[in-house]
């Protein structure tokens, strides 16, 4: 595997080296074409994962390859249900990308603004894409994408740990099994009584920093606002999404008066969204699956800390891929959710990893790090 | 030099495989230390060059080289003496940056944010590291800055070629022996008597596209407006800074009603500007020297674009190191004016190029692609 990369590297750079002194002219040269393959697989979660308003024990997901003289690039979607797209429509939408007219690779901006192009939203599947081609690229460059990015791997944050919602008794017991990671993470958004059952609980077992994500869940602003004063007294950090996304107003009156930084989940997709969002919230909960990937990702950030923002890389349930993915962006934020993988029982990569204390460890391969397990389902790619 | 090259990647290739399957924990490696170097070089300029309030011969410069490992990376202050930054400056700059601490080149971020604190201001210094340091990692990479950021090297725009102020005849001849590119800048600001006649001058012998900088220098704003009314008649394709930097909310006036695009120049300098600028202005120029070097700019498109302004690369009076530099971002950009190194009459670089119609051709060769000419001053290094 080494060897075999290292040869394909001399190979790409005895061509940069033809090219020495040259300057580079509209007609390019062609080469093997990129080729997209795919296949479904279901994500078996450890534990019932709960919500406001939904649980389940599975999510969809689809694993994407790119492969370029002889490269693989790994690329994943997951789809919780909530988000629109379902293993079927993820397929169909890579079934209409057409890389053929790319000889390069490393035409990212042009390749993924095409394949931005071919549909609005399905912004999974484009993510699919776009973690499959950083990962080739990033192994055609031979570096880690945190390195190319020029981020410094010793300044990833803390992943949160999730608590899902349930009893108060059976939280309790979670929380006493939660692993050392400085900062858990709980969903409430239920009825206030509900939610202070849910930290009081945990408070019980812990002192540790609590991070809250409401889920749009709370109903009135002046209500919310007590919760949040409530929870700034209970040791929590931020709050995400206190009220519906179609509530920017009543959203920006709560951040006005917050103690805790208030962050944009369910109110945030895309890039675009980011200067509108100013106003309203802190700061912004930035995930692979809904803004179609690491590029976009990558420029969210910029625009958030240019409008003063403040940044949280999170995710959906994935497996070690997407997390991966994710996580060489974590760097550049001041919070990282990027526990999805820790709650797959059927995880079939190796790639980013967490210390004892929840610290992100990005890998140090090249691409995006992560890489098929022995057993991993991977050899009955279709597409 | 090729055959070098490849040996240290191959060096660095099997470093990263030494490490394959590792995940990154914060005790780090040592390694070389980063060995910076420089000397001024005072760049002699083709022709008497003139702007709204001054002219002047030479321009005063300073090259960079940053050593890691036998590899050297180029860099380039270059300081118009309106900016406030000499010679003297820059390397009194460049003797208290430190980056002994720093044992990995590719830590760009925190390498260049301890650059950004030594001192306030020092954009040209800061570029002149920035530049190297980019130079440097993308030698170590492999591969050309373009490539990198994923861009295609066919979307460069076509430079705009300046028109110095001059008198009517002078002028005249100076567009019969301008090159054939499409867009022709000229710098105005003076009278609307004068800047008509300049115009009127240039048109006497062409109708190619016009690109007006203004510099500041129209007194009012409904003369400003008259003038750009009148200037998009005569095929202009944009105005930079209309009027002074202290008269935003007039300049907002102007863009407001404004046929042509009204792009900052003076206005701005740095990323954490462009948000102020977005209601008052269409676009933004930016140039390496301003606003600390490549990655600050690339930041700036990405701000620039997310709030749906229109960007532009300029440049100082500048070697083919930093123009170079700066032409990576170019096809970024909606136009380049990055004609700066071909009005001097002692480059010691190859680097980007031109097309016979103006367009950018970006060098193929790994970091910014800048190589000293063989007869280059780089032997007397000092610092």
Redesign the interface.
């Known amino acids: 595997?080494?060897s075999r990369?290292?040869f394909l590297?001399?190979a790409?750079?005895?061509a940069?080296?033809g090219?020495?002194?040259?300057?580079?002219?509209?007609a390019?040269a062609s080469a093997l074409p990129l080729r997209l393959s795919w296949y479904p697989y279901e994500l078996k979660l450890r534990h019932l994962f709960g919500v406001a308003g939904n649980s389940r024990t599975t999510t969809q997901g689809v694993q994407v390859r790119l492969e370029y003289e002889g490269i693989t690039g790994y690329g994943e979607a997951s789809m919780p249900p909530y988000l629109g797209e379902s293993a079927a429509s993820v397929q169909e939408f890579l079934s209409r990308v057409d890389l053929s007219p790319f000889r390069d690779p490393?035409?990212?901006?042009?390749i993924?603004d095409y394949v931005d192009r071919i549909a609005e939203n399905n912004a999974a599947a484009k993510a699919s894409i776009d973690i499959a081609l950083h990962d080739l690229?990033g192994k055609l460059?031979?570096?880690p994408w945190y390195?190319?990015?020029?981020?410094?791997?010793?300044?990833t944050p803390a992943t949160f740990y999730t608590i899902g919602i349930d009893t108060p008794e059976k939280v309790t017991e979670k929380t006493k099994e939660a692993p050392a990671f400085p900062i858990l993470k709980v969903k409430l958004g239920r009825s206030p009584k509900e939610d202070k059952e849910m930290v009081t609980a945990i408070r019980s077992v812990t002192g540790r920093a609590i991070a809250v994500d409401a889920n749009q869940g709370w109903p009135e602003k002046t209500l919310a606002l007590d919760m949040i004063e409530w929870l700034a007294e209970e040791g929590c950090v931020l709050v995400e999404q206190p009220m519906s996304k179609h509530r920017p107003d009543d959203i920006a009156w709560i951040t006005a008066r917050s103690p805790l930084p208030i962050m944009a989940d369910e109110s945030l997709q895309r890039?675009?969204d980011?200067?509108v969002l100013?106003g309203v919230f802190s700061g912004i909960n930035i995930k692979l699956m809904k803004c179609t990937g690491m590029?976009e990702a990558k420029?969210m950030i910029?625009?958030a800390?240019?409008?003063g923002m403040k940044v949280m890389i999170g995710c959906m349930t994935e497996t070690s891929c997407a997390i991966s993915a994710a996580a060489h962006l974590s760097?550049?934020a001041d919070w990282a959710d990027l526990d999805g993988n820790l709650l797959i029982a059927n995880d079939p990569f190796?790639g980013?990893?967490v210390?004892e204390t929840g610290k992100l460890?990005?890998?140090?391969?090249?691409g995006i790090g992560a890489?098929p397990k022995p057993d991993a389902p991977g050899e009955h790619a279709v597409g």
């Open positions: 595997m080494v990369r290292n590297r001399a790409v750079s005895l940069a080296a090219a020495c002194g040259g300057l580079v002219r509209p390019r490393f035409e990212m901006e042009a993924l690229v460059i031979g570096q390195r190319i990015w020029g981020y410094s791997a010793e300044k890039l675009w980011i200067p100013s590029r420029k910029t625009a800390r240019t409008l760097p550049a190796d980013a990893g210390s460890l990005l890998p140090d391969r090249p890489v």
